[in-house]
């Protein structure tokens, strides 16, 4: 076991003990300064004007387009961190063959595996027996994210989970398994959709109007000086939308501020009235109502007229046009895509992207090409393929990257290795706990702030000195880091994670030579990123493990595997 006197803390690296001959280890993560290098700048325009001259000959008729460069087997594991929950060696190949595009393009054309709600029910989750916990929420999750054949969707749908937070610990209602499964089924459905569809459909789910408090949400009396809840408002423009400063369109902030409280509490006036769709279902009510969008209660509704952010609805404007109007007020604000397209650059590549790569991105945002705003498979593309993402230079540089969330380096090791559910319970649990588990879990976030807010900066680090932000530290202690390297360790040998299991057969034909297992465990998981040192320090402890016998080559590779999981040039994403 790892305990906190164990780990050794510096500003820019993780030290890793290690202490044979067993499954060891440990130690991980007090810092790496991290932010992206500034954009380029355009030179000034030459024009060349024509001499007349005699007529051109006709130009020859197009050949075949060229085809893509190769992309080598380091870069193709760098890209599927970014674009995957993890990775194995036939995703690699896969890149290889088709290109970083031609991946994506075949990515958008997965069909979407079994959803939460229906494998929910499937899976007898609608006995009576689970009407008030969440039981199978956590299972489903881990199915989707481990096994679900369309790993860029679902790595996306985790990046919304965490921008459009929703926590099963704030939704208090009966079979709050199902209100949160069909909130996540929402967040997929629009990985690849539009952005203000999203918006409407989240506005109206069940999950969110228990969560942030609006369901049932009534207009002023002025007899007893009630007014509307505005929790739902506020962290739709804070958290979702716009952000607290006014942007310019490379992210950079403003001055002034986006929204004052008249613009919360006018926009509140908007989400009065809604509740749950209750026609025609049996009472006590069943999980079928967590699938149903929110209905209208005239009663509740305040029909007078509302303003914020300079516009005004008319007074006598129905509740669903009222809402179609505020969600169309905040997706055609100018902060909606600069606020977006950062966050999902920070999830996915890097946590201080320059303000160019954020302004291209969200230019994309707002428009795909075709006068289409939102479109997020044109915000995805944006976000994987621009230069700065894919520049190896770039990511050279200590500067650059983003320590990998716990959850995340879970998951790179289970897609990596293949491990599944046989009995399909998948019952991998909770792992919020930070100093036995990951200390993270998704969708159980402790707050509508997600597990780590996008401008966190560790206090008295050299990050802070260097003006930086890192969040994924906000959830970075020395608690957890002894229990993240704890689990994984036990993770790695198939103790202690539910009914989750692997036989490693991409490993065990490796074992008998340290540095050729090594080899693999490096590229698969942290695409070449560990150094000669590292990898010889780490080879001259997995020597000292005989790897003779089948179980001798076991506790070689869980070894390794734990080792790798614990070495902060893995740990920090590049």
């Known amino acids: 076991m790892v305990s906190a006197p164990d780990i050794a803390e510096s500003d820019d690296l993780i030290a890793v003990a290690s202490a044979p001959p067993g499954p060891l280890v440990a130690a991980a993560a007090s810092g790496a300064l991290l932010t992206a290098c500034g954009g380029g700048a355009s030179g000034d325009s030459v024009v060349a ?231 025609g279902l049996a009472s006590p009510l069943p999980p079928d109502v967590h699938r149903r969008p929110m209905v209208q209660v005239a009663s509740r509704y305040e029909t007078g007229s509302k303003s914020f952010l300079g516009s005004t609805i008319a007074a006598g404007v129905s509740a669903s046009a009222c809402l179609n109007t505020a969600l169309d007020t905040l997706f055609s604000h100018p902060n909606l895509p600069p606020f977006i397209s950062r966050q999902l650059i920070q999830r996915l590549v890097t946590s201080n992207p320059s303000p160019a790569y954020v302004a291209r991105v969200a230019a994309v945002f707002a428009d795909n090409g075709a006068g289409v705003r939102g479109d997020m498979k044109a915000v995805v593309r944006a976000t994987l393929l621009d230069t700065e993402a894919r520049d190896l230079t770039a990511a050279s540089s200590p500067s650059f990257g983003k320590l990998r969330e716990p959850v995340t380096r879970f998951l790179n090791w289970a897609r990596a290795f293949g491990a599944t559910s046989a009995s399909d319970a998948w019952a991998v649990n909770d792992l919020t706990d930070p100093a036995t588990r990951l200390g993270q879990s998704p969708m ?62 991409t490993l065990l034909p490796l074992a008998a030579d340290s540095r050729a297992l090594l080899a693999e465990v490096n590229l698969v998981l942290a695409a070449n990123q560990l150094s000669a040192a590292t990898l010889a320090m780490l080879a001259s402890a997995l020597d000292s493990i005989a790897a003779v016998s089948d179980s001798g080559k076991l506790n070689r590779i869980y070894a390794a595997l734990t080792l790798v999981l614990a070495s902060p040039e893995y740990i920090v994403q590049k």
């Open 444 to 505: 159980r976030s402790p707050s509508v702030f997600n597990f780590f807010r996008p401008g966190y900066v560790p206090p008295n680090s050299a990050i802070a000195a260097g003006g930086l932000a890192a969040p994924e530290f906000q959830i970075t202690t020395e608690s957890s880091v002894a229990g993240y390297v704890n689990f994984m360790q036990s993770t790695v040998s198939g103790v202690g994670v539910g009914d989750l299991r692997t036989g490693y057969p």
């Open 49 to 279: 004007v024509p001499v007349p001259g005699p007529a051109p000959a006709p130009a020859p008729a197009p050949g075949p387009a060229a085809a893509p460069p190769p992309v080598a087997a380091n870069e193709a594991a760098r890209f599927l961190a970014q674009a995957t929950p993890g990775a194995n060696r036939i995703d690699i190949a896969a890149v290889q063959a088709s290109g970083f595009a031609g991946w994506i393009e075949a990515q958008f054309a997965i069909p979407q595996s079994l959803s939460h709600y229906d494998w929910l029910a499937a899976h007898g989750y609608t006995d009576e027996k689970y009407r008030n916990n969440a039981s199978g929420l956590d299972n489903t999750i881990w199915r989707k994210l481990i096994a679900s054949p369309d790993p860029l969707r679902q790595r996306v749908t985790l990046a919304l989970s965490e921008i459009c937070v929703v926590s099963v610990l704030g939704v208090s209602t009966s079979w709050r398994q199902f209100a949160v499964g069909n909130y996540l089924d929402l967040l997929e459905n629009n990985a690849f959709g539009n952005y203000r569809t999203l918006l409407g459909q989240i506005s109206l789910s069940t999950a969110m109007g228990y969560y942030l408090t609006f369901r049932g949400n009534a207009k002023a009396n002025p007899a007893t000086g009630s007014q509307p809840d505005e929790n739902y408002p506020r962290e739709l423009m804070q958290l979702m939308t716009l952000g607290l400063y006014k942007l310019n369109a490379d992210g950079t902030p403003q001055a002034a501020e986006t929204y004052g409280q008249a613009d919360v509490s006018g926009l509140a006036r908007v989400f009065t009235g809604w509740d749950l769709d209750t026609a």
